[in-house]
């Protein structure tokens, strides 16, 4: 009697847990909207396109008038929603939470003068590159010709926007044995303005972005160049719209439209507007 009520006892306890574990699964089988598509239908149901960004200068700023956020890319993302036939709702936030942002579904795309990056590839889909630039040094002009190389950045302060590529280059410098500094902001325009007060030496940043600041500003800063008189580019990348892995249908909107943009000369008025050249 006693080994039956103890069998009895222990399928007990296994029903018991197997129902749990069900009750476990179906709790956490709720997440898996996460991972479901984004298609046109569930976007024009919604009616709105959520934009992450992140404030990168000519691409992004607020106008010191209005207060309204502008740039090439917040015209870029207005298109894309209008072609989508949608309202554009942009959030911002630190650049390094873009992704992240993007891969939990908080927003729908991402348009922050992003490099397309293959680490960055591995968690989001980007469409094809809207924009050609490269990673580049930038010192005030003292040092315009100390520094040619990575190597020059032996014992100097070098600012970098955390989570950026510049920073990713700074940590892979000093892994590397280059005896730098690195100094990290939230804001390039925070790294500059320590650049000329002389409280870093070099800022490591986006070409185009470093271009719009010297000619909004009229800053002496430099553009390092090698000893063939060239910009050095540390990197020579593509920007990209990014949105999240798995929307294929979006994906290939966004980029039948990057591509009409370029057709109908929407591109060149944009580039033209906000870089100061056609391209």
């Known amino acids: 009697m006693k080994n039956v009520l103890r069998l009895l006892f222990v399928a007990?306890?296994?029903?018991?847990?197997?129902?749990?574990?069900?009750?476990?699964?179906?709790s956490t089988g709720g997440s898996s909207s996460s991972s479901e598509e984004l298609t046109l239908a569930k976007l024009k149901d919604k009616g709105t396109l959520v934009i992450g960004t992140a404030i990168t200068k000519p691409f992004e700023f607020h106008d010191p008038d209005t207060n309204e956020l502008v740039g090439f890319d917040v015209d870029v993302a207005n298109y894309v929603a209008q072609q989508l036939g949608v309202k554009a709702e942009f959030v911002e936030m630190p650049f390094a939470s873009l992704i992240p942002s993007l891969e939990t579904r908080k927003v729908d795309m991402?348009?922050?003068?992003m490099y397309i990056k293959p680490e960055r590839e591995e968690v989001v889909?980007?469409?094809?590159?809207?924009?050609?630039?490269?990673?580049?040094?930038?010192?005030?002009?003292?040092?315009?010709?100390?520094?040619?190389?990575?190597?020059?950045?032996?014992g100097l302060k070098v600012g970098v926007k955390i989570g950026a590529t510049g920073d990713a280059l700074a940590q892979d410098l000093i892994a590397k044995g280059v005896n730098l500094e690195r100094k990290e902001y939230k804001e390039t325009l925070e790294s500059f303005a320590d650049l000329e007060s002389g409280r870093i030496d070099v800022v490591l940043n986006d070409y185009l972005n470093t271009l719009a600041y010297i000619k909004d500003t009229g800053s002496d800063v430099v553009i390092v160049k090698g000893e063939d008189g060239k910009v050095n580019f540390l990197s020579h990348v593509g920007l990209g719209i990014a949105v999240h892995d798995g929307d294929k249908e979006l994906l290939a909107k966004i980029n039948d439209i990057l591509d009409e943009m370029h057709q109908n000369g929407t591109y060149d008025k944009l580039y033209q507007k906000w870089l100061g050249a056609s391209q």
């Open 125 to 154: 889909d980007f469409a094809k590159p809207y924009m050609e630039t490269g990673l580049v040094m930038v010192v005030r002009p003292d040092l315009a010709d100390k520094v040619k190389t990575t190597d020059d950045l032996n």
């Open 110 to 113: 991402t348009i922050a003068a």
């Open 12 to 26: 007990v306890l296994l029903l018991s847990f197997a129902s749990g574990c069900q009750k476990q699964s179906a």
